[in-house]
């Protein structure tokens, strides 16, 4: 939070570390204090977040805002990849098939890249949306030969339930995992948020009636390969 020289609220900012990369999920000034280095006070604030967890990428949605898109690429951020934000009526095409879920929580026991995902929902990194969705059950994972090959979440609202974070293995996996959520979440409507260069896992989507309703940038400081996270949480990162 960024305070003026008279004890005001001049913003706030909220991050989540993921993995190797520090997600900026807000980043708010007040109206009386933009333009004076509030916002760039913030930004430097949650960069030294995350150089303290030895993060090596910034991250973030960027609103649909002008200014706040220029703010971001002002501040040396550059386009990282297209999201669709999805949308699609339950159907009955997403029967869950093959290995069952696996419920996600204090006890669970995963193995290799994907256990930074399980030490978030043990308070690892304390994002309050992966503890709340473990709390409420709605974590699990997919696994093969005993082992995982993704990790996904739902959240549920009074008329929609929202799917993601999808974070698997491979493209493949995490295609798998995709109806199963589906199935298991439930509602009469369903939305996700996916990077355009997740083509698998957007196939399989569009198999389950999902089409795009609209689309948003993702903004990062630095390249990196592959996404192993495929999939947003009520629409706000993957």
């Known amino acids: ?13 909220a991050v989540a570390v993921r993995e190797d990369a520090l997600l900026l999920l807000s980043l708010e000034v007040t109206a009386s204090h933009r333009g004076k280095g509030a916002g760039h006070a913030l930004l430097e604030a ?3 977040y995350g150089a303290a967890r030895r993060v090596r990428a910034l991250e973030v949605l960027a609103p649909d805002d002008p200014s706040a898109l220029a703010f971001f690429l002002g501040a040396g ?3 990282r990849a297209l999201v669709l934000e999805m949308s699609a009526e339950a ?3 997403a029967e869950a098939k093959g290995a069952p879920l696996h419920a996600v929580g ?12 399980d030490r978030e929902t043990r308070g690892f990194a304390r994002p309050r949306d992966w503890a709340w969705w473990a709390a409420e059950g ?4 997919l696994k093969r030969g005993g082992r995982a ?6 959240s549920t609202g009074p008329d929609r339930a929202a799917l993601g974070p999808i974070a698997a293995k491979t493209p493949e996996a995490a295609a798998d995992l995709l109806p199963l959520l589906v199935s298991r979440a439930g509602g009469k409507r369903l939305s996700l948020a996916l990077p355009a260069e ?17 689309t948003r940038l993702l903004l990062a400081d630095r390249r990196r390969g592959d996404l192993r996270r495929y999939a947003g949480g009520g629409g706000r990162f993957f």
């Open 149 to 154: 090959v993704a990790l996904g979440a739902w």
């Open 198 to 214: 997740a083509r698998t896992l957007l196939l399989a989507a569009a198999s389950l009636g999902f089409r795009a309703v609209s």
């Open 1 to 13: 939070m960024a305070v003026d020289s008279e004890g005001r609220v001049a913003g706030s900012a």
């Open 106 to 117: 204090s006890a669970a026991s995963l193995y290799g890249w994907i256990a930074a995902l």
């Open 91 to 93: 159907c009955a095409k």
């Open 46 to 48: 949650a960069r030294a």
């Open 138 to 141: 709605n974590v699990v994972s």
């Open 77 to 79: 951020l550059f386009l």
